[in-house]
């Protein structure tokens, strides 16, 4: 999966299928070839994807940005849990026609992506689920309707979606699901600042603090004792196929010597990342997991264990100002965290910044960006693939 020559040839980019219960259904993969005369191998791009997205698996879209890697894939017969966007010029050529009919027949799910400007062939427009409208296009915006028979039959999905605000005014207008990060909202400080004092909320910021201190294992497991669901979901995480235990946890105090301190500080930061009970909240956590991962495996073949702790704490870390409402000053007054992830969030600044950036450039789908950031880390595109698809199947993992 790893070894592929396409993983040098192409940028990856990925963003969850969000669906009106807020919950993620999908992932998308952003495709881009690095340079245009490049030919990449449309079998290579399913080896490498199917390590993550296996066949019976969870569902992944390829948003492939190049015509002639996307013709290749339409007959290359990809596994059915791999959904297909074709752009809409390409869905109004009479010339695939005949390629999208085989790939709906074989059972992909296919997305028209974008607005066409004329009659998609007869044949075709039953072949499309959804159509993935962007939201600077969406002329239900400005009162607009496409012109009869184009696209109005389908379903569609809403992308570029960028804030809670702009999700649920898609979901108001009928998208069955959004695409995109709505992470971007403004800290609004002041009363529903207050979610974070919820008592699950205090008893992981205690336990962060009592790893951070050293302190007995008595006292890590009295701390545990104080709130169920948090020992609860400690006995389920050591227990799971993702821990890789031979033999069953049955006591706080094992779990604690099996995790050892710093696994444990590991856990508990993922925890309150995690925590959030508002439903608008779970795109962020979604985020926040895949952000500690990413950036613990970028910092593999540049750091020793230390600083790929740290950096998988700033990953899941980034996000908890959206999640509390506070900014991060206020955050890292009452949570522990090591400087240099301070430095990274709350002044954005120090050695974990061009990770962050580089995490953000993955996010957007923004080749220029992904090319910066990855030039100012002294990755190549392939290391920086292979770390995406590493993050992403550990994540799947812990799902």
């Known amino acids: 999966m790893l070894d592929v020559a396409i993983l040098g040839q192409v940028a990856f980019g990925y963003s969850p299928y969000i669906d009106k219960n807020r919950s993620v259904s999908a992932t998308r993969l952003t495709v881009f070839p690095l340079r245009p ?40 017969q990809p ?16 010339a695939n026609t005949a390629a999208i009919v085989a790939l709906h027949a074989h059972g992909n799910t296919l997305l028209l992506k974008g607005r066409p400007l004329a009659e998609l062939p007869r044949e075709v427009l039953p072949c499309f689920r959804y159509s993935i409208i962007d939201l600077a296009d969406d002329r239900r915006l400005d009162g ?11 379903p569609h999905l809403q992308a570029g979606v960028r804030t809670i605000a702009q999700m649920e ?9 959004v695409l995109g990060w709505p992470i971007d909202d403004a800290i609004q400080g002041g009363a529903k600042a207050r979610a974070a004092g919820q008592p699950d909320m205090q008893a992981m910021v205690e336990l962060i603090r009592q790893v951070d201190a050293a302190e007995p294992i008595e006292k890590l497991e009295n701390t545990l004792k104080r709130d169920p669901s948090l020992a609860f979901k400690l006995m389920r995480y050591i227990n799971s196929p993702a821990f890789g235990l031979r033999v069953e946890i049955s006591s706080f105090r094992h ?63 980034s996000l908890l100002d959206r999640m509390f409402q506070q ?33 953000r450039a993955i996010e957007n789908e923004s ?26 199947t550990a994540a799947s993992q812990l799902e």
Do not use: H
């Not at 005014?169 to 699901?177: C, D, L, P, T, V």
């Not at 009452?334 to 120090?350: D, H, T």
């Open 37 to 76: 005369d490049m030919a990449p191998d449309a079998a290579q791009l399913l080896e490498a994807i199917a390590g993550v997205w296996p066949a019976d698996g969870a569902k992944v879209s390829l948003n492939v940005a190049s015509e002639s890697l996307l013709q290749e894939l339409m007959q290359a």
């Open 169 to 177: 005014q898609a979901f108001a207008r009928g998208a069955e699901a």
């Open 144 to 154: 607009t309707q496409p012109p009869p028979g184009v696209t109005r039959s389908i």
């Open 367 to 392: 080749l220029f960006d992904f090319r910066e950031a990855a030039d100012a880390l002294m990755l190549g595109v392939s290391e920086v693939n292979r770390a995406q698809l590493r993050a992403l």
């Open 255 to 317: 779990a604690i010597m099996m995790l050892g301190y710093k696994r444990l500080k590991r856990w508990v930061a993922l925890l309150l990342a995690t925590a959030s009970k508002d439903v608008n909240m779970r795109p962020v956590m979604f985020a926040a997991v895949r952000r500690g991962l990413l950036m613990e495996e970028l910092g593999r073949s540049a750091g020793d264990e230390e600083m790929r702790s740290e950096l998988f704490i700033c990953g899941v870390f």
């Open 79 to 94: 596994a059915g849990n791999v959904m297909v966007e074709i752009p809409a010029f390409m869905a109004c050529d009479a």
């Open 327 to 359: 900014p991060f000053s206020d955050l890292f007054s009452s949570i522990p965290v090591p400087e240099r992830v301070v430095q990274a969030l709350a002044k954005e600044s120090g050695p974990f910044q061009p990770y962050v950036n580089m995490v």
